[in-house]
């Protein structure tokens, strides 16, 4: 009898873990060779592992909500030699990592190497700002890569089996479908696919969550232990705020429009168990971590002024105009739209503008990139921002829209506060924050006018930037955002 144990791979995330979300196959199951195993969320994504091995399971590492660490063991398999096995030498195509704790000296195992592949280091405090640049557009042969974030900037490996659609109980869906649908409650054996080769998609999950003909036996988004299987939901865009207030969304929706927020918020924050300590997991998990290394390693300072919108013709779109005046000020002081390496002395201030927009959700701080700010005009501009806004929601963007921001920016006046003290995430130097709009009384010509500010926090790392070309950035971004047009 041959056992084997296959550990927990990098899953390109460049995260030191990763929570089991739903075994394939259980314990004394027979499994074939590259047949889905296991789902496992990380702080983006859910992923759907393939069976390393052709056999039967023997012991798994644990259930559903549990956390594995990357490189411990997750599965043990006795080999069924009648069945495709891999070559012992032939690529996995997963990276392992390293550091944990052997399996028993007794069985076999497809131990980590004994170096973890150039990029799948966990960042932490003490090397958060030494990343190699995560440019979505470098050269391939470029081994390593800002894997995007939450909230920052990781390493991740190139090792990663890409996502496809595999068939479970006679259903072919790609892993975030199937953790939608779980979600919302939807049995996806009920469900009707429109996709190619008969694979269910998220706009047939969505379909039958409006219409209420898939109606699945588990609650509508939430493990054994309660919290939500994959992200897909915001509590506010962070996108886009105009000078009225908007009324809520209506309890109706086209059958191809996400669900909105609210409906499915609620019922999870209303559940959440109180006066509990309950573990973080998933996105929260990773915010904590790369915003404690921010808090050890930056040196914060913050400006505060307010930009008088007076000029301005009504329908404005902030966002677009906000980015703008980010792009303008990048290109008078280029010292802040940099990223500093600290231990290696060297500032790198770059010729694009990725602006990164913090962007809340109930799973926590998400921040993707928007991609050169610097060549899209206005409309172009809304439109990037819709289909990140609606990625975010969908926990469907792939990695390189996650990562590789230059600048930060952070609308947090769309829910409330005019001023703030924003993070700085290495490797960025820089991140403005837009508070709440409101009137004020200003002078003008000897009498007094009724104008609308809107109030700017830029903050900075004062290692790489200075008072002066921090307060030179900002004016700049003020007289822009006080034109008319």
Same mark, same amino acid.
């Given at each position: 009898?041959?056992?084997?144990?296959?550990?927990?791979?990098?899953?390109?995330?460049?995260?030191?873990?990763?929570?089991?979300?739903?075994?394939?196959?259980?314990?004394?199951?027979?499994?074939?060779?590259?047949?889905?195993?296991?789902?496992?969320?990380?702080?983006?994504?859910?992923?759907?592992?393939?069976?390393?091995?052709?056999?039967?399971?023997?012991?798994?590492?644990?259930?559903?909500?549990?956390?594995?660490?990357?490189?411990?063991?997750?599965?043990?398999?006795?080999?069924?030699?009648?069945?495709?096995?891999?070559?012992?030498?032939?690529?996995?195509?997963?990276?392992?990592?390293?550091?944990?704790?052997?399996?028993?000296?007794?069985?076999?195992?497809?131990?980590?190497?004994?170096?973890?592949?150039?990029?799948?280091?966990?960042?932490?405090?003490?090397?958060?700002?030494?990343?190699?640049?995560?440019?979505?557009?470098?050269?391939?042969?470029?081994?390593?890569?800002?894997?995007?974030?939450?909230?920052?900037?990781?390493?991740?490996?190139?090792?990663?089996?890409?996502?496809?659609?595999?068939?479970?109980?006679?259903?072919?869906?790609?892993?975030?479908?199937?953790?939608?649908?779980?979600?919302?409650?939807?049995?996806?054996?009920?469900?009707?696919?429109?996709?190619?080769?008969?694979?269910?998609?998220?706009?047939?999950?969505?379909?039958?969550?409006?219409?209420?003909?898939?109606?699945?036996?588990?609650?509508?988004?939430?493990?054994?232990?309660?919290?939500?299987?994959?992200?897909?939901?915001?509590?506010?865009?962070?996108?886009?705020?105009?000078?009225?207030?908007?009324?809520?969304?209506?309890?109706?929706?086209?059958?191809?429009?996400?669900?909105?927020?609210?409906?499915?918020? =609620?019922?999870?924050?209303?559940?959440?168990?109180?006066?509990?300590?309950?573990?973080?997991?998933?996105?929260?998990?990773?915010?904590?971590?790369?915003?404690?290394?921010?808090?050890?390693?930056?040196?914060?300072?913050?400006?505060?002024?307010?930009?008088?919108?007076?000029?301005?013709?009504?329908?404005?779109?902030?966002?677009?105009?906000?980015?703008?005046?980010?792009?303008?000020? =990048?290109?008078?002081?280029?010292?802040?739209?940099?990223?500093?390496?600290?231990?290696?002395?060297?500032?790198?201030?770059?010729?694009?503008?990725?602006?990164?927009?913090?962007?809340?959700?109930?799973?926590?701080?998400?921040?993707?990139?928007?991609?050169?700010?610097?060549?899209?005009?206005?409309?172009?501009?809304?439109?990037?921002?819709?289909?990140?806004?609606?990625?975010?929601?969908?926990?469907?963007?792939?990695?390189?829209?996650?990562?590789?921001?230059?600048?930060?920016?952070?609308?947090?006046?769309?829910?409330?506060?005019?001023?703030?003290?924003?993070?700085?995430?290495?490797?960025?130097?820089?991140?403005?924050?837009?508070?709440?709009?409101?009137?004020?009384?200003?002078?003008?010509?000897?009498?007094?006018?009724?104008?609308?500010?809107?109030?700017?926090?830029?903050?900075?790392?004062?290692?790489?930037?200075?008072?002066?070309?921090?307060?030179?950035?900002?004016?700049?971004?003020?007289?822009?955002?006080?034109?008319?047009?």
């Amino acid at each position: 009898m041959s056992k084997k144990i296959f550990y927990l791979p990098d899953l390109g995330e460049g995260l030191p873990d990763a929570e089991i979300v739903e075994w394939m196959a259980k314990v004394g199951d027979t499994i074939q060779l590259d047949e889905p195993l296991v789902s496992m969320e990380t702080a983006k994504a859910v992923v759907e592992l393939p069976s390393p091995f052709s056999g039967k399971v023997l012991r798994v590492a644990g259930g559903a909500g549990d956390v594995i660490n990357t490189g411990a063991w997750l599965v043990e398999m006795e080999l069924d030699m009648s069945l495709p096995q891999r070559a012992e030498a032939q690529d996995t195509g997963h990276a392992h990592g390293s550091g944990h704790a052997p399996p028993p000296e007794d069985e076999e195992s497809i131990a980590p190497p004994s170096a973890a592949p150039v990029g799948s280091k966990p960042t932490g405090a003490e090397d958060v700002v030494q990343q190699p640049e995560p440019s979505a557009t470098k050269a391939p042969e470029a081994k390593s890569a800002d894997a995007g974030t939450v909230v920052g900037a990781m390493q991740s490996s190139d090792a990663v089996r890409s996502e496809t659609a595999f068939a479970v109980g006679g259903v072919k869906a790609m892993p975030a479908v199937r953790a939608l649908a779980k979600k919302l409650g939807v049995d996806l054996t009920r469900v009707a696919p429109t996709g190619a080769d008969d694979v269910v998609t998220m706009a047939d999950v969505k379909k039958a969550a409006t219409a209420g003909t898939a109606s699945g036996s588990t609650s509508s988004g939430s493990t054994s232990s309660g919290r939500s299987l994959s992200g897909s939901g915001l509590s506010g865009s962070g996108f886009s705020r105009d000078s009225t207030p908007r009324p809520p969304s209506p309890p109706t929706r086209a059958p191809s429009q996400p669900m909105p927020t609210v409906t499915r918020d =609620a019922p999870i924050r209303a559940t959440a168990a109180r006066d509990i300590d309950e573990p973080i997991r998933g996105v929260r998990r990773n915010m904590v971590r790369v915003m404690s290394a921010a808090h050890a390693e930056v040196v914060p300072t913050t400006l505060m002024d307010d930009a008088d919108l007076h000029a301005w013709s009504p329908g404005a779109d902030i966002m677009a105009r906000l980015i703008r005046s980010i792009v303008h000020a =990048a290109a008078a002081e280029p010292g802040l739209n940099a990223w500093l390496n600290a231990k290696e002395g060297t500032l790198r201030r770059h010729s694009r503008v990725d602006v990164g927009i913090a962007v809340d959700s109930p799973e926590g701080l998400f921040v993707p990139a928007l991609r050169n700010s610097d060549q899209l005009d206005p409309h172009q501009i809304r439109m990037e921002l819709n289909r990140l806004r609606d990625g975010v929601k969908n926990r469907s963007l792939p990695p390189e829209d996650l990562t590789g921001y230059t600048i930060m920016l952070s609308n947090f006046g769309v829910f409330a506060g005019k001023y703030a003290t924003p993070i700085v995430v290495p490797p960025c130097v820089c991140i403005i924050g837009a508070g709440r709009l409101n009137h004020a009384i200003v002078p003008v010509l000897g009498g007094m006018e009724t104008h609308r500010l809107m109030p700017l926090s830029l903050s900075f790392d004062h290692r790489a930037v200075t008072g002066g070309e921090a307060a030179r950035f900002l004016r700049v971004m003020i007289d822009d955002l006080q034109r008319a047009n």
